[in-house]
């Protein structure tokens, strides 16, 4: 941050709050030369990277979308709420993580589907199919056998999870 009095780039945060939505950080900062002091605030939208979609616009990172969209990859698939949260949350951890301002629609995609190949083959397919707009069912099948050749060779199914609450209805 360059002081707005001395143009020096070093500074130490002396207090950092939250806006009261969550929309914003405010930190006030003292500069380590002159040391005046000043406000910054940190925005979301400057934080998350927008996206980029097929057709060149963009848009901010939307989590409610994001989280719309997995749930219902996820529709009568036994997962917990919780775990579509975490995948959201990883996600976003992700997204926080890197410098880019921006992130295509599809390395979002990507992104999604990593994590949901891990939770559920069946959510990841339906995903799949949405976000990289199969050209043909031939494509699609592909990806299918894909996901059976992975599960060769099975091993006993894990115990079930029983922890009804929580779960998708519908
Ligand atoms: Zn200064």
């Known amino acids: 941050m360059k002081c707005p009095f001395c143009g ?13 939505e969550g929309e914003f950080i405010r930190r006030r900062r003292e500069c380590l030369k002159c040391h005046r002091r000043y406000t ?9 990277p927008h996206v980029v979609k097929r057709d060149g616009r963009r848009e901010p990172f939307d989590r409610q979308k994001l989280r719309g969209s997995i749930l219902k990859s996820c529709e009568k698939r036994s997962i917990a709420i919780q775990a579509v949260d975490n995948v959201v949350a990883d996600i976003e951890a992700k997204l926080h993580e890197r410098a880019e301002k921006e992130i295509s629609s599809h390395e979002l995609g990507d992104m999604v589907m990593e994590n949901l190949q891990r939770l559920d083959q069946v959510a990841y397919v339906r995903f ?18 894909g996901l059976l050749k992975d599960d060769k060779p099975k091993p006993a199914p894990a115990p079930k999870p029983r922890a009804p609450a929580g779960r998708l209805a519908r």
Do not use: C, N, P
């Open 40 to 48: 910054t605030y940190e925005y979301i939208e400057d934080v998350l």
């Open 128 to 145: 799949a199919s949405v976000y990289r707009q199969f050209k043909d069912i031939a494509q699609f099948m592909d990806e299918v056998k």
């Open 8 to 20: 020096h780039t070093e500074d130490r945060v002396v207090d950092s709050r939250v806006g009261r």
